[in-house]
């Protein structure tokens, strides 16, 4: 069975990536936490008008 390498100088262990990755996803994910959207009042017209677009071909005339 073969063994991994060990890490050569400088480079970083697998215990300090994992927390890099976390931190930078964190750090990532703020705007998104922290971000208020507005209401969306035209949901409704865009709904039926998607399903118009989608509908429309089909429909026999």
């Keep these: 069975m073969s063994r991994l390498p060990e ?3 400088g480079a970083p262990k ?13 750090i990532t ?3 998104a936490a922290f971000t208020e959207f507005p ?4 949901y409704a017209n865009h709904l039926a008008r998607y ?3 989608a509908e ?3 429909v026999d005339a």
């Design 7 to 9: 890490p050569e100088d």
């Design 14 to 26: 697998p215990g300090q990536l994992a927390i890099l990755i976390i931190v930078v996803s964190a």
């Design 29 to 31: 994910a703020l705007p």
């Design 39 to 42: 209401p969306s009042v035209d």
């Design 51 to 53: 399903h118009i677009a």
């Design 56 to 58: 429309f071909d089909s």
